[in-house]
Structure formats: C-alpha cells, structure tokens
C-alpha cells in the first residue's frame, strides 16, 4: 500500500486522488495534520498524522502494511520566513524519520519533495543546470538543499530507495495554495473571476519557472514508476516546465476576460523571488524517465478559468 503524508495540501491533495484512480483507492492512504476536502476524505482510508511524530508515523505504516511513502508535508517559503524554527523542524524531521523508516525496512520506496527553492542568487539564473552553485537564502530553500543532501546520503549509505524532484511554481484549481511564492499565480485566476482585477505581490517582470498541477502529478507517477537503475540523480531531479512573468499571465488572462486588469505591489516575496532561477534546464529528467510537460501558459489559463467557473457555478447551485 502507498502512505501519502501532508495529502491535504496543494500537491497532496491532487496526488491522493490521482493514485486512488490508478492504483484503486484502497490501496492509497491519506494522511495529514486535519481533515481534508470532500473528495479526498470520502474516496479512501484518512489518518491523522503529525508528520514530524515518528511513532504515528510508524505505527501507521504497520497498520496499512506500507510499502511506499510520498512525503508531501513541508512549510513552503514565504510562511517559513516568519517561522524559521517551525519550519526547519517540521520539513526536516519529517524526511528525517521516513528515511529512518526506510533504511529500517519497513518501507521499500520513498518520494520526497524539493523545490526550485535550493538555488539562490548566486546560482546562474537562465537555464539553470541540475549540478550548479547553490546557495539558497530562505529557511524552506536551505531545508530543501539540506534534504537533498539528506536523500543522496541515505541511498549511497543504505540503498535507500528515494526519489525527488526540485518543482517550480505549481498552479492548480482543486485547493488553494499554501503559503508559497509563486501562490500569486494561482490567486490571480481567483481574483480574475471574483473581482475582475488583481493586485500582484510580485513585480510585473518577475521570470519564474512555473507548470501546471497535472504534468507535476505524471512526473512523480512517472519519476516513481520508473525502474531504479534509471534513477541517476538520489539528490533532486531539476523540473522546469514554462516560465512566465505577472505580466505575461495577466495578458494570457486578458485573452480569456478582456476586461481584466492587474496592478503591482511588491511585498517580502518579491526579495525570495528574485533569489530564485528564471528557467530551468531539466533535460537529465527528459532523457532518464521521459519527463515531458504538456501544458504551456494559454492552457494553463483556459483550464484553470473553466474549472474554477464550474466550481463557483456548483457553489452557488448548492447555496441556492
Ligand atoms: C513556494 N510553491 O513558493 C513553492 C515552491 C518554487 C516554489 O517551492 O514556496
């Protein structure tokens, strides 16, 4: 059976019911700090689960007989700069017990999260390769690199089994983002459809690598499908997908609301985002386990304004 820990959260969530429809939902457990939505809670078994508590953690992986663990539970980087220690701790100690759990046996494959978050402003911005300087100046960016290391350490030291990706921004419509940086592309389809304008946190021209929930979802299935000996990276595969600004989603925007209008107010985000690569060369993940992304920006804008549509329709069909 597959244990998902932190699968209420933007990647989690999506993660569980992806694997619930391949691998049937049974065989697919969610756990996390408090419940999750309706689909996710009523489409299979639901732990709660502190994920830097060792002993549940175990416990839970006796209970269901665990063989494989995606441990999706982190504080991403704007909400790690106001808490630091709580960040450290719980994106450190959480990797630090399901490794422990691995080189004990009692699970057999292990996937772990990182981020784009690792590089820093030293780190070349355009293209950036997998192996480069990083030197990474936010708490969550210094706890990714550190658990990269961590995951390297522990399949050369004890054949543990764990895969990773570094994800860009992710944009999805199924949850509200969580507390990260590159959350204002998310929002802004949000406010696009609520209020018909959004005032952005970062500046117009700020590049980030960017993709759509869907093609991080098949990356992970694929990264962990894929047979080991194809695995060449145990530290963090780079993912790149598109890059886009604040301004170029806003006119991928205009394109489907006309009327739409965006204006600029940096804030302490904007200091992380520039601390961060513009694109990313993810050709390693292309070439070891046929990554490919599929949705460029305009797709991006046409599927997640439809479904966010449909979902506000439901809404108000049910407060009626
Ligand atoms: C964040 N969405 O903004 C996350 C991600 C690359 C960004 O790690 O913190």
New binding site residues.
């Given amino acids: 059976r597959t244990l998902i820990i932190g699968a209420c959260g933007?990647i989690g969530t999506e993660l569980t019911l992806a694997l619930r429809a391949r691998k049937g939902e049974d065989t697919v457990v969610a756990s996390d700090i408090r419940e999750g939505d309706v689909d996710l809670m009523s489409s299979g078994p639901f732990e709660i689960i502190d994920a830097t508590n060792k002993e549940a953690l175990s416990n839970c992986v006796d209970k269901y007989n665990i063989s494989e663990v995606y441990l999706m539970a982190a504080m991403?980087?704007?909400t790690a700069e106001k808490h630091p220690q709580k960040a450290w701790e719980l994106n450190m100690n959480s990797l630090s017990h399901v490794l422990d759990l691995a080189r004990e046996g009692k699970i057999k494959k292990v996937f772990w999260p990182s981020?784009?978050?690792v590089f820093g402003p030293t780190t070349p911005k355009d293209n950036t390769p997998q192996t480069t300087i990083m030197e990474p100046t936010t708490v969550?960016g210094i706890s990714k690199l550190a658990g990269e290391r961590w995951c390297e350490y522990f399949y050369r030291t004890h054949g543990v089994d764990v895969r990773s990706i570094r994800?860009?921004?992710?944009i999805s419509w199924k949850t509200l983002?969580g507390?990260?940086?590159?959350?204002y592309a998310v929002e802004i389809y949000h406010k696009a459809l609520e209020d018909g304008t959004y005032e952005c946190f970062l500046s117009e021209d700020t590049y980030?690598?960017m993709m759509f929930m869907e093609d991080a979802i098949n990356a992970t299935i694929s990264i962990m499908e894929a047979p080991k000996d194809e695995i060449r990276v145990r530290s963090s595969y780079n993912l790149g997908g598109i890059s886009f600004s604040p301004k170029e989603i806003a006119a991928s925007i205009k394109r489907e609301l006309p009327n739409f209008t965006i204006t600029y107010r940096p804030d302490f985000r904007q200091k992380i985002a520039d601390s961060?690569p513009k694109s990313i060369d993810d050709s390693l993940a292309r070439d070891d386990w046929g990554w490919e992304h599929q949705y460029e920006l305009d797709d991006i804008s046409r599927e997640m304004l439809s479904q966010l549509k449909k979902q506000r329709e439901e809404l108000t069909d049910t407060i009626d």
Avoid: H
């Fill in positions: 933007q991403l980087s704007a981020s784009i978050a969550y994800y860009p921004g992710l983002p507390g990260g940086t590159t959350d980030l690598p961060w």
